[in-house]
């Protein structure tokens, strides 16, 4: 009778237990060992650590990104860009790789490499010595649930910064960190927070006019954005970059007489799509 029973069991169990091992079979082949996304954006003033890239202009983006199912990450950006800012160029290329895993549910880490290049690009055609702004980053980043701390560090010259252009040293070795949060406030609102600091390896030898010679700063922002369909969002934000006695009268390297206060406060909107 024993016997009969938990024949009885087993086989009223059974499909249950076959169903639950191939739904675990069809979330395993539905999840893809990798995947590749896009963006594309168009925004009104490209700013990049409290600075502007377009001498206030707009500027079209776009990217695409590989993630690996095991948490690996490589990718390409692009963004038009301003001669008076880098001469000869018109376009900023990012190509970058990381890789990070999870924690736990809370926490998580991610270490990489960032190249910055600008195709055409240099100093010679302002006439002075032949010296790119490509740049070379490495980078580190913990995260706890909304928060990342990351710190970037320069492995090559900072964005062309060097003893030829009027520094004591090269800027290798030049540092950002960074602190971000991504606050959401409703299904379609929500709103990213930026803190970071900037440390040149080098100053001017010798001062600007306003008597400064260090370049370091620190720069914050806070950015709204609305979620305005699916694969499309809306933003709206304000930066802020210290030190406006060093970047007030930010020189054009095409039009000597033109200056622009390159940090300072400033305000953009972008219209930005994932794919």
């Given amino acids: 009778m024993k016997r009969h029973i938990l024949a009885t069991a087993a086989v009223l169990i059974a499909p249950f237990c076959?169903?639950?091992v191939r739904a675990d079979d069809v979330r395993a082949e539905e999840e893809p060992a990798s995947s590749i996304t896009g963006n594309a954006a168009v925004t009104s003033d490209y700013i990049f650590r409290g600075l502007t890239q377009t001498w206030g202009r707009p500027a079209m983006q776009g990217g695409a990104e590989l993630a690996m199912k095991n948490g690996f990450t490589a990718g390409v950006w692009g963004s038009s860009i301003s001669e008076h800012s880098y001469p000869?160029?018109?376009?900023?290329?990012?190509l970058y790789a990381s890789y990070g895993r999870a924690i736990n549910d809370d926490w998580s880490w991610r270490a990489g490499i960032y190249g910055y290049l600008y195709p055409g690009a240099n100093l010679d055609k302002a006439g002075l010595a032949s010296r790119s702004f490509n740049t070379v980053e490495a980078h580190a980043a913990i995260t706890w649930k909304q928060l990342t701390l990351k710190y970037n560090h320069a492995l090559t010259?900072?964005?062309g910064v060097d003893r030829e252009q009027g520094y004591r040293r090269d800027s290798r070795g030049t540092g950002y960190l960074q602190?971000?949060?991504s606050l959401p406030l409703s299904e379609r609102w929500s709103v990213d927070l930026h803190a970071g600091h900037t440390r040149y390896?080098?100053?001017l030898v010798q001062p600007l006019p306003s008597g400064v010679r260090n370049p370091s700063y620190s720069d914050y922002g806070a950015t709204l954005k609305y979620k305005v369909a699916d694969r499309w969002t809306v933003s709206a934000g304000v930066t802020h970059a210290t030190n406006s006695d060093f970047y007030r009268r930010t020189s054009s390297f095409i039009v000597?007489?033109?200056y622009r206060h390159?940090?300072?406060t400033r305000g953009?909107?972008?219209l930005q799509g994932a794919f």
Avoid: I
């Avoid at 000869?88 to 990012?94: A, H, R, Y």
């Fill in 157 to 159: 010259d900072y964005f």
């Fill in 268 to 270: 953009f909107v972008m």
């Fill in 256 to 258: 000597a007489e033109e």
């Fill in 262 to 264: 390159a940090g300072g």
């Fill in 88 to 94: 000869g160029g018109s376009m900023e290329l990012d």
């Fill in 179 to 181: 602190l971000d949060a």
């Fill in 18 to 20: 076959f169903d639950d």
């Fill in 201 to 203: 390896q080098s100053t």
